[in-house]
């Protein structure tokens, strides 16, 4: 089966190998180097010098986390969504007490920057601002730099700019400390070619000082608990440390094809995947300026059910691909071209397609 839905994604055989090995302690000097391992080599795929730290969850866990670490019950929220990630982003803050102000994009569109700065400049109260980086729901990528540039110079009492960065770090360019991003979070499944289980959280010096004054209960997710044992080169609790094992491959092969090439292969495989859908007489679903590098997601035509359409693309062509999410069940299927995937790999989807759709 060829796995081309958005998560998990499929793994490079070196990742595979590293994955069968003998167990380790958590608390073993063994781990205490891949742990360091990786948390110095993440920096360089969230662009950041502050510290990376490991928690053992989905990347929703790892959404979370970034908010109960740095929020309190009553806190107003801006949430900037573009689809069902983004939403769920607004909900996590909900279900912890935050008030929350949707700001919301009709889905196939990106944010708007121009109308997050009048969202911030009519009411200056937001402690925070939270927005998906790639909305994998719908396959757009927000402009971030853009968003960031529109919140300026942030002092004590500035909103956080809180990032998820699940689908994109590690294929679309990031940059967190250049943006000004103050928490961001990503996880193992997606661009980081590594099983599910792991997800991964950055703070800037001012959310780490929001986090001494945050109020939202948390145990699991202290971030601050987890810097103090990171500094010893452990997890409080028992990480999955078998995920952690293939992760450190993965960030081998991805140091030695390198940042550049790889944001350019997902460019390039992206821009293959929209020519080969419209090739087909498919219609896009995302708007064209802010497509996704990572996933694309394709209007399925009303005589087609998603359904038969991806049970055949699977049954005859062993493709597996994913359907719409939320209000977008049934209209649109999405194809990922995400971490470990060239283009002979993005051609026979194309090639499936056309046979199954006899286009
Ligand atoms: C996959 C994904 C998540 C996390 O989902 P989990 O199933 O909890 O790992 C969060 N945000 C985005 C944008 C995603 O694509």
């Known amino acids: 089966m060829e796995l081309r839905i958005p998560g998990p994604t499929p793994l490079p055989m070196d990742v595979r190998k590293a994955l069968a090995q003998e167990m380790i302690g958590h608390r073993s000097a063994e781990f205490g180097a891949l742990l360091r391992e990786i948390r110095v080599r993440l920096r360089g795929w969230f662009q950041t010098e502050e510290d990376v730290l490991v928690l053992t969850a989905s990347g929703t866990g790892g959404m979370e986390a970034a908010l109960v670490n740095v929020l309190s019950p009553g806190d107003r929220v801006l949430a900037v969504s573009v689809g069902v990630f983004g939403e769920r982003f607004a909900d996590i803050a909900r279900a912890y007490g935050a008030d929350v102000t949707l700001l919301e994009s009709p889905w196939g569109r ?101 986090s ?36 450190r491959e993965a960030l081998h092969l991805m140091e030695e094809e390198g940042r550049n090439s790889i944001l350019e292969r997902h460019r390039k495989l992206s821009r293959a995947m929209r020519l080969g859908i419209t090739g087909l007489g498919l219609d896009l679903f995302a708007e064209e300026t802010h497509a996704s590098n990572t996933v694309t997601a394709v209007r399925v035509p009303p005589d087609w059910g998603t359904e038969e359409l991806m049970s055949r693309l699977r049954d005859e062509h062993d493709i597996v691909v994913a359907g719409g999410q939320g209000r977008l069940k049934g209209k649109i299927i999405r194809i990922a071209h995400m971490g470990h995937v060239n283009a002979a790999d993005v051609q026979r989807v194309i090639e499936a397609l056309r046979a199954v759709l006899g286009a």
């Open 110 to 210: 990106a944010a708007d920057p121009d109308a997050i700065a009048h969202a911030l400049s009519t009411d200056p109260g937001y402690r925070a601002v939270l927005v998906t980086h790639n909305e994998t729901s719908t396959g757009v990528t927000n402009d971030l730099a853009a968003i960031a540039s529109v919140m300026g110079v942030r002092g004590d009492k500035a909103p956080l700019l809180i990032v998820d960065a699940v689908s994109s770090l590690g294929a679309i360019d990031f940059r967190m400390d250049a943006w000004g991003c103050d928490v961001v979070v990503t996880s193992s499944q997606k661009a980081l070619m590594t099983p599910p289980g792991l997800s991964f959280v950055a703070m800037s010096p001012r959310a780490w000082e929001a």
């Open 212 to 247: 001494e004054r945050a109020r939202m209960p948390r145990f699991y997710w202290d971030l601050r608990k987890a810097r103090a044992y990171a500094g010893r080169g452990q997890t409080p609790f028992t990480p999955a440390v078998t995920t952690l094992s293939g992760l």
